[in-house]
């Protein structure tokens, strides 16, 4: 026990930095950069596609389905992202007060960071769409699959800001306060150089990973259809992202509404918030689907297997229809199958077969030989 107490009192009351943040490939014209930010945001799509992946086969929907989904979702959702960072955050590309001095070619390199989840969303639901209608399957059913998988792929996604060294808290004496390098471009001008930041992306990763174990317990529990555990994955990360916002001193668009002047992404959250608790009530008011049913309306296995009994109905793919329009083995061109009541009625002057019930006993004067029914 005097060990662990020693190790605890000699580790630093703080949280270091990284001072990796990628690696080069060598290539035949240069290199290539691989940034850590990136490689963050990956992982985070993988494991969360592998969450959605689960629970999509559960909802018995067809197989490959949802990476027929994910192809148009995911670059949605990063262009997304990258369109709602630079409309929050103009400064860097469009120069204060869109003088004009900033860079325009830092917009697609998404590498050094700045994607936001609300454009990420909106994108993405519509590449969702898109996907959904390709795979005949119901957008709400697929984003209720998904949910949980999306608070999971940004949990993991906020470790890129770690490697960035961005997105940091006010200061902080805390224990786990965050270290910046004081030459990082990120460290706030006029502040001592041992100062400690609030670290806002381990504070949203924890919450974010809280919530992924609550909508599953929840979805467990109510079975939410109709998009309602969306929904409530929209109120319950909005919920935590207006308190973590609130700490950050990164640069960020300023507005003021009822007096009181904060940053966009405060009051963006606000607004999501207040937008998808009214949905959910909505929605639960409405009961639950009958039937319940991942697929849109004429897809899915019933409507395969209808399609073809209504085919059959039609006698042109049905037994009797087979023998009757088409030529085989075991059919005369020159036969006729008669209708079944005029069959059952044995020719005049013959005596029907009693082994052969529907069958006529004799041939019709004048008919065709007719060749045997079986070979």
């Known amino acids: 026990m005097q060990t662990v107490l ?18 080069d490939i060598p290539l035949p014209w240069g290199t290539l950069r691989i940034h850590a930010y990136a490689l963050c945001i990956l992982a985070g799509i993988v494991i969360g596609l592998w969450l959605t992946s689960a629970r ?21 959702g990063i262009i997304g992202g990258r369109l709602y960072h630079v409309f929050s955050s103009p400064d860097a590309y469009f120069g204060p007060g869109f003088d004009g001095t900033g860079d325009l070619s830092l917009i697609p390199q998404i590498q ?17 769409w898109i996907g959904c209608r390709r795979a005949g399957v119901k957008l ?5 699959a998904a949910a949980p998988g999306l608070l999971l792929a940004q949990a993991i996604g906020r470790w890129g800001n770690w490697f960035n060294q961005e997105l940091f808290g006010a200061p902080t004496t ?24 609030h670290p806002t992306f381990l504070y949203e990763s924890l919450w974010n990973l809280v919530g992924v174990a609550l909508l599953l317990v929840l979805d467990r529990r109510f079975h939410f259809r109709r998009g309602r555990l969306f929904w409530l994955y ?86 009797e229809g087979v023998h009757g329009n088409l030529r085989d083995e075991k059919s005369d061109p020159g036969h006729i199958v008669e209708p079944r009541e005029a069959a059952e009625k044995p020719a005049a002057g013959t005596t029907p077969d009693a082994g052969t019930a529907g069958v006529t006993g004799g041939k019709t004067p004048g008919s065709a030989p007719e060749a045997d029914d079986t070979k």
Not at 56 to 76: H, M, Y
Not at 113 to 127: S, T
Not at 178 to 185: E, M, S, V
């Open 112 to 128: 050094r960071g700045g994607l936001g989840i609300w454009g990420a969303v909106v994108l993405g639901v519509f590449g969702a």
């Open 140 to 144: 709400t059913a697929f984003l209720d």
């Open 234 to 319: 929209a109120m319950y990360y909005t919920l935590g992202r207006v308190w973590i916002e609130a700490l950050r001193i990164d640069d960020a668009e300023q507005v003021t509404l009822f007096g009181i002047t904060t940053r966009l992404n405060v009051w963006t959250s606000i607004l999501v918030f207040v937008v998808a608790l009214a949905v959910f009530i909505v929605m639960g008011l409405k009961g639950r689907p009958e039937p319940d049913t991942a697929y849109l309306p004429g897809h899915g296995p019933d409507a395969a297997v209808g399609s073809v009994t209504g085919h059959d109905a039609g006698g042109s793919v049905s037994g």
């Open 174 to 197: 805390l224990p786990w306060g965050l270290q910046i390098d004081p030459a990082n471009a990120n460290f706030p001008s006029g502040m001592p150089t041992d100062t400690l930041f």
């Open 56 to 76: 999509w086969k559960g909802r018995g929907t067809p197989e490959g389905s949802l990476w027929d989904i994910a192809i148009w979702a995911v670059p949605f």
């Open 6 to 23: 020693h190790v605890a009192a000699m580790a630093p009351l703080s949280i270091p930095s990284p001072d990796w943040s990628g690696f």
